[in-house]
Nanobody, 126 residues
Framework: VQLQAFGGGLVQAGGSLRLSCAASGRTFSSYTVAWFRQAPGKEREFVAADRWSFSSTLYGDSVKGRFTMSRDNSRSTVYLQMNSLKPEDTAVYYC????????????????????WGQGTQVTVSS
């Protein structure tokens, strides 16, 4: 599946942004989809993931309670609503996908995902 992430930008601390990730090429509803982020000089960090056959979404500890992931299978799009943004949220945000429902133990690993979008920059000023 081809992925395209967009919606990044510059926002002040405490503000909000909503990222979108549009998929094309395959039946998106049967994929596990995730968001990761990578700041300069740091490893890629897990943000959130959603498995198609389950109602729960997994979140990284640093974003839990502030970020919300949702998906619209009819539009083959997933969203990441980011609230109460902090300067440490500054990073390039990537969406990723993998066919089927991943087990929880591997959902946080970048290596679990086959397809990646190009990334969108989020910058949070203090």
């Amino acid at each position: 599946v081809q992925l395209q992430a967009f919606g990044g930008g510059l926002v002040q601390a405490g503000g909000s942004l909503r990222l979108s990730c549009a998929a094309s090429g395959r039946t998106f509803s049967s994929y596990t989809v995730a968001w990761f982020r990578q700041a300069p000089g740091k490893e890629r960090e897990f943000v959130a993931a959603d498995r198609w056959s389950f109602s729960s979404t997994l979140y990284g500890d640093s974003v839990k309670g502030r970020f919300t992931m949702s998906r619209d299978n009819s539009r083959s799009t997933v969203y990441l609503q980011m609230n109460s943004l902090k300067p440490e949220d500054t990073a390039v945000y990537y969406c990723a996908a993998r066919p089927g429902a991943l087990i929880v133990g591997v959902m946080r690993r970048p290596s679990s995902y086959d397809d990646w979008g190009q990334g969108t920059q989020v910058t949070v000023s203090s």
